[in-house]
């Protein structure tokens, strides 16, 4: 059963400084390596790590960069059988600055170019599995079909009918009554602190039954940093305690943990395990510096779950 990702693969360029500056402010950078990344790739590739069937498509122009990013996706056992090219696209790069334990990341805006599915790729996304991905990019989504042009939420609606569990990683965003079109059906949506406050106004998971129920949601999952994560579905809460661990890199921790929990749900896991195991994947990552210092295979995570919990049990 292979999972899709659909996303941003970009060049990540890494700085660090002493504080973030303010308005009219300056400060001084130090540069880092850039190392390939963008949110959705970087959870694709920690699927593939963990030995998931695995394929990721974005759209990108045809420059030398763009062939790269490809190239590396490839190496990290990512597949890229559908991946879509417009020449009159932007590069794809973020800028990470690390400050204090935290990361500010600004992205150059590629557009709201459509995504035009070939039918090779909607045969196979036609197909039991999951798919991770986010509003940006459902919102560009379109592919035509015997019945004519599908789009956007209703090509989600027909993903899903054919076995298709969509999973969102909504982030830092949140979510609106727009968006819901999109959202209805989802097995699970993931978010953090901040994008959970935009779309609620507050921060009590134990509020939000009757909107799950009236959208048909399964899962709302929401991350807590250090703290771990907690999901919800009906009465069901669940919370998983983070891993006390000294940070060197908090980038591409919440794609760790999205790429881990969608690689343990096509496991047949259950929603506890899946927790679980995400949070000990995520809390690791970011003992490592890389927007993808969280591809590791289950062994190597299981390792270190046990080994950091250990000394608490004594």
Same mark, same amino acid.
């Given at each position: ?63 030398? &960069?763009? +062939? ?6 490839? #190496?990290?056992? /990512? =597949? ?6 417009? %020449? ?7 800028f990470i600055f690390l400050v204090d334990g935290e990361h500010v990341v600004l992205t150059v805006e590629m557009g709201e ?45 027909? &993903?899903? +009918? ?6 969102? #990683?909504?982030? /830092? =965003? ?6 819901? %079109? ?42 807590l940093a250090a703290d771990g994560a907690e999901a919800r579905n009906g009465d069901t809460i669940l919370r998983v305690p ?73």
């Open positions: 059963m292979t999972s899709f990702f659909v996303g941003d693969v970009a060049l990540d360029e890494y700085y660090t400084a002493d504080r973030w500056p303010g308005r009219a402010d300056k400060g001084m950078v130090k540069e880092l390596p850039a190392e390939a990344g963008g949110s959705i790739a970087n959870a694709a590739v920690v699927h593939a790590g963990l030995g998931g069937e695995t394929q990721f498509i974005s759209l990108l122009n045809d420059s030398p &960069l763009s +062939q790269r990013l490809i190239a590396d996706l490839k #190496d990290n056992g /990512v =597949g890229v059988d559908h991946m879509l090219i417009d %020449p009159a696209i932007p590069e794809s790069r973020n170019q459509p995504m035009w599915l070939g039918a090779a790729a909607l045969d196979a996304l036609r197909q039991p599995g999951f798919l991770y991905t986010t509003l940006y990019r459902a919102r560009r989504l379109h592919a035509r079909t015997d019945q004519g042009v599908v789009k956007q939420a209703d090509l989600l609606a027909d &993903l899903r +009918q054919h076995g298709r569990r969509v999973i969102f #990683d909504l982030d /830092v =965003g949140g979510c609106t009554p727009q968006d819901m %079109p999109y959202l209805t059906g989802a097995t699970v949506i993931i978010f953090n602190q901040v994008g959970f406050r935009a779309a609620f106004g507050h921060d009590e998971i134990t509020m939000i039954s009757d909107w799950m129920q009236a959208h048909d949601i399964d899962w709302v999952v929401r991350t983070g891993l006390p661990v000294d940070v060197v890199d908090v980038t591409g921790a919440g794609d760790t943990f999205g790429g881990t929990l969608t690689w343990c749900l096509s496991q047949g896991q259950t929603i506890e395990e899946a927790l679980d195991f995400s949070v000990a994947a995520a809390s690791r990552s970011v003992t490592i510096h890389g927007p993808r210092a969280g591809k590791a295979g289950p062994d190597d995570i299981r390792r270190w779950r046990d080994d950091e919990r250990r000394p608490r049990a004594r």
